[in-house]
């Protein structure tokens, strides 16, 4: 038999979390180690309340410090917190030690929240919360009659549970996820919603939180619609026909709340509630920014301006999101590219790719297969006279358009009646601050989604022609009033000539031949594509030499895409002979050049397929055929084939996809050129 196992004696074991902390090495921080948090951290765990009260209201004060704050986390403050100062007997020790979170929260990275949330911080919140509407809702003492610092203790205190709600739910899916499945949180913010006495700056905080939490979830949509006991959905409507602030925000959780529940112009929800709706109070707020940048009434324009850009935000979301309002009702069915059955239509392919600037952006495609892109003109055939009239019928206060025209698309007859004309002037707006530039930065995106959104649909037949008969002053408007100035200007701002060239090739795009061009625009962006090409190149090489290893953005999204795009939909028939020639030659001309990067060559390619696909145009004799392109294109095809080959599946799937119906689309277009020449 073996023998018997002697217990040991073992020391008891020293819990993990509250070991000592050694002193930092860096002596400026080992001093203010001693000096400032040592000290407070020894009052935040004393036993006498007012002192914790007040160590817990100094941490918070400090802990925006860089310096302090990092010293903190190494002292365990959030072990310390969590665990002894949100569950105090004082309030005034809660409410610091939430705002104490709501700091770090906000200052550290989003692996921060992560760190909460598996502290199970959810439940405190929820405690916290469920706390908070008992408060609110008690009939003795009503809170109405609390002390004035008692009741703003409460409300510092549902400020801090906001920020940390909206911090949780940005860091992880599954934390947004838990936060929608508790009722006691969203019991709490719909209370909020709800009540009377809330200040401003907390009322506003609870509406971003909710915008925040209700961004494409379908389980809070619902929540807020069914909710009886504070009838959110009704308070909502109330305040986005109340006007200010509150208005813009009440917008923003309804538009997240209809396109969750899919309440679309073809399905609307509730008394037919959709963003048509919403567009005309989102308009209202951009028309208080009078055009020194300052708001109308005589208020500062600081206070103002963030809430401008959230409703250029939202705007800018409608204009994407009535892309799925065209689908449903059969808008959008461009084919593969034809213009005859016989005549040249490229590859069939369903994908579509669109331009994003700023903001999200759908709608454009890069593909070869879209043929609905515009043509340059003559300026003397769209005058800036005739377009002001055209717009006059559509925008006008009269309000000229034919009765009916767009009421199966009430949501796009009011962003072109109401919110394009603000757009248009918050695009022009002088320049004087960096809030000037974020606004009309947002401006532009607005008008780019909407632009692309539009640019898709099929405006060949006669089944759009009352979508292409409101929209068409509107968008000749866009390019004289908002792209032509900064054409003009020669601004040397390529972050503001990305947006503009984004907005002009979906403009084009739309037109379908009809761009007020004065001739001359072309030459703009094929300078314009020289700059972008010179400076991407010598910031590659800074960065090279700096070995900057950033995130690159999508390749076919860059500017010089973009400008080539603008070029081919300016170069299509009926475009002048002359503008069509420079713009071919210029295509031809980047197409032979060894370094032009792939994403120029697929787009380059694109624009030629489409420019040149139609053996009717007069461009196709003139000068396809003139200026010897077939050949030019017969030479590149060996070498796309290498280019194509050369992209990394891996690391650019979509490229080389791109690249690779290129070669197919390349080779079909010779064979195709070859059999149709010119008679």
Known sequence: MGKQRKNRIRPNRSD????????????????????????????????????????????????????????????????IVLTETLTDSSIDGRAAGWEILRVLAQEEEADFCVHLYRLDILT????????????????????????????????????????????????????????????????????????????????????????????????????????????????????????????VLACGVLHNVFSSLQWLDHSPGKQGACDAILVPSLSQALEQLSPTGGKTNGHGASSHSGIVQVALEILASIGTDLQNT???????????????????????????????????????????????????????????????????????????????????????????????????????????????????????????????TLSCIDFTGDENENILAAWAPAAKKVWVKTITPVLNSDNADLTLATLVTGLAWAVSRSLNGQTPSDGTQHRKFIALYQAAKTHGSKQDQMQDEAKVEDEEEDPLQGLGVKCIGVLGSLARDPAPIATNRDVGVFLMTILGHPETPVADVIEALNQVFDVYGDEEAACDKEVFWKDNFLKHLEDLLPRLKTIAKGVDKRKAEELRTKADEAVLNLGRFIQYKKKNPPK
């Open 16 to 79: 993990p979390i509250a070991k000592p902390v050694k002193s930092p090495s860096d002596p400026e921080l080992a001093a203010l180690r001693e000096s400032k948090i040592l000290p407070v951290i020894k009052d935040l765990k004393s036993p006498e309340g007012k002192s914790r009260t007040a160590a817990a209201s100094a941490i918070a004060n400090i802990v925006t410090d860089t310096k302090c704050r990092k010293l903190l986390l190494r002292e365990q403050i959030v072990h």
């Open 326 to 452: 065209l689908e449903k009702g059969n808008r959008f069915q461009v084919g593969p590219g034809n213009k005859t059955e016989e005549g040249w239509g490229g590859i069939e392919d369903d994908e579509e790719a669109g331009d994003a600037d700023a903001m999200e952006v759908d709608g454009g495609s890069d593909d070869e297969d879209d043929k609905d892109a515009s043509g340059d003109e003559d300026s003397d055939d769209d005058n800036i006279e005739d377009i002001e009239a055209d717009m006059e019928r559509v925008t006008g206060a009269d309000d000229d358009v034919e009765e009916g025209s767009l009421d199966d698309l009430p949501t796009l007859r009011e962003l072109i009646q109401n919110a394009i004309p603000q757009l248009i002037r918050l695009t022009n707006i002088p320049i004087s601050s960096d809030d000037d530039i974020s606004i009309q930065s947002h401006a532009f995106s607005a008008l780019n989604n909407i632009a692309w």
């Open 124 to 247: 405190a919140l929820e405690h916290a919360a469920k706390a908070i509407v008992d408060t609110l809702t008690a009939y003795e003492p009503p809170f109405t009659k609390l002390l004035k610092a008692q009741q703003r203790l409460v409300w510092d205190m549902t400020s801090s549970l906001l920020s940390l709600l909206a911090a949780l739910a940005v860091a992880r899916d599954e934390i947004l996820d838990s936060i929608v499945a508790s009722q006691n949180i969203l019991r709490f913010l719909f209370r909020l919603v709800s009540t009377p006495s809330i200040p401003a700056e907390v009322f506003e905080e609870t509406l971003s939180c909710l915008i925040t939490l209700s961004e494409d979830n379908l389980p809070i949509g619902q929540a807020i619609t069914d909710d009886l006991e504070t009838r959110c959905y009704d308070e909502l409507l109330k305040l986005k026909a109340g006007g200010g602030p509150g208005a």
